[in-house]
C-alpha cells in the first residue's frame, strides 16, 4: 500500500472535477501536503476518454498516496495558457506547489502506474512499500520490451530508496535487455553493500553471465547437427545449449545441460551442473523450467 506518512483520503475524495476558480486550493495549495495529478481534458478529446478512466483507476489503486483532478481546458483556459498546454490529454503532477513530472497523450496502464510511482517517490512516499507497485509497472514494461522506459522508472525508486535490491535488479535487467552489458555489469558492481547478496541481483548476475555468453553463441542448426553426428562430442552439446538459451528456449537448454550431466558429470570441472545452476538463478524461482530442471538434476545426483 502506498503511503506518505498522513492521512488517507477517503475514496470519494480522490477524484475530483474542479474549476479554474478552485485550482488555486485544490492544486497548488493542497499539493503541499500530498501529490495533486491534473488531468487537462475536454469534452470533444478522444484520446482523453480512454486516459481519464485508465488514470482514474491508477489513482485509486495507489489508495491515497495521490489525488487526481480534472481540468476542461474549455472552461480553464487561463489555466491552460499559463501552463502552456498545446494538446491534449495533458497530464501533469503537482507536489508542493510545483509541477515535478507529467505527460502528454494516453498511455498503457503500466505506464500510469510506473507515473504514479514516480510522483510517490518524488514526494518522499513510504520505501518499504509504497513503491511496489512502481516497480512491478516497471517489470511490466520491461517485459512489455519498454526497456528504457522501465529503467527511468527503476532509477527514481532508486532515488527514493537506494537499498531496493528488486529496483536495483530491474536496472540491470533493463541495460541488459537494451544490449548495453557494461553499464549492466557497473551497475551491478555497484550495489551497496547491504544488498549486494540479495536474491533479486543473485538472479541480476545470473542473467548477465548468460547474456555475455549469447554474444558468442553459435548457430544452433550446426551445433545440433554435431552433436546428433557425435552424442559423445560434450562441447558441441554444451556449446547447443548456451545457443538455444539465447533464442529463448530455456527448456531445451536445460535439456541439453541434463543430458549432458547424465553423460558425464565431472566434464570440464562440471560446467553442465553450475551452467544449469546459472539458468536457474537466472528464471524466476516457479517458472516450471526451473521446477521439473531441478528434480531431473536431483534424481541423477542422488540416483
Not at 511490466?140 to 528504457?148: I, K, P, R, S
Not at 547491504?194 to 550446426?222: D, F, M, V, W, Y
Not at 565431472?266 to 528434480?295: C, H, M, S, Y
Request: proline share 5%.
Amino acid at each position: 500500500m502506498l503511503e506518505l506518512g498522513m492521512g488517507q483520503a477517503p475514496a470519494g475524495d480522490l477524484v475530483k472535477d474542479i474549476t479554474e476558480a478552485e485550482f488555486m486550493a485544490e492544486v497548488v495549495e493542497a499539493s503541499q501536503s500530498v501529490p495533486i495529478i491534473v488531468d487537462f481534458w475536454a469534452p470533444w478529446c478522444g484520446p482523453c476518454k480512454t486516459l481519464g478512466p485508465a488514470l482514474e483507476a491508477a489513482v485509486k489503486e495507489a489508495r491515497g498516496a495521490v489525488r487526481m483532478v480534472k481540468v476542461n481546458v474549455d472552461e480553464a483556459q487561463n489555466i491552460a495558457g499559463q501552463l502552456r498546454i498545446q494538446s491534449i490529454p495533458t497530464v501533469y503532477a503537482f507536489w508542493q506547489g510545483q509541477p515535478v513530472d507529467g505527460f502528454q497523450g494516453a498511455l498503457p496502464g503500466s505506464e500510469l502506474k510506473a507515473f504514479i510511482g514516480r510522483v510517490v517517490a518524488a514526494a518522499g512516499g513510504d520505501a518499504s512499500g509504497g513503491l511496489d507497485e512502481a516497480i512491478e509497472a516497471a517489470e511490466e514494461m520491461l517485459e512489455q520490451g519498454a526497456a528504457v522506459d522501465a529503467a527511468q522508472t527503476f532509477a527514481a525508486i532508486l532515488g527514493e530508496d537506494p537499498n531496493n535490491a528488486r529496483a536495483y535488479a530491474g536496472m540491470v535487467q533493463a541495460h541488459i535487455a537494451m544490449d548495453d552489458l557494461e553499464q549492466a555489469e557497473a551497475i551491478l558492481n555497484g550495489a551497496p553493500a547491504e544488498i549486494s547478496r540479495a536474491p533479486e541481483l543473485e538472479a541480476a548476475h545470473a542473467k548477465l553471465e548468460l547474456a555475455k555468453q549469447a554474444g558468442n553463441a553459435g548457430p544452433i542448426t550446426e551445433l545440433q547437427a554435431q552433436v546428433d553426428a557425435d552424442p559423445g562430442n560434450h562441447q558441441a552439446r554444451f556449446d547447443l545449449a548456451q545457443a538455444l538459451y539465447a533464442s529463448g528456449d530455456a527448456e531445451g537448454a536445460v535439456t541439453q545441460l541434463l543430458e549432458l550431466f547424465r553423460k558425464d558429470r565431472e566434464w570440464n570441472d562440471g560446467a553442465a551442473k553450475a551452467q544449469l545452476f546459472t539458468i536457474f538463478e537466472a528464471l524466476k524461482p516457479n517458472d516450471p523450467v526451473v521446477l521439473n530442471g531441478r528434480r531431473k538434476l536431483s534424481s541423477m545426483i542422488f540416483a
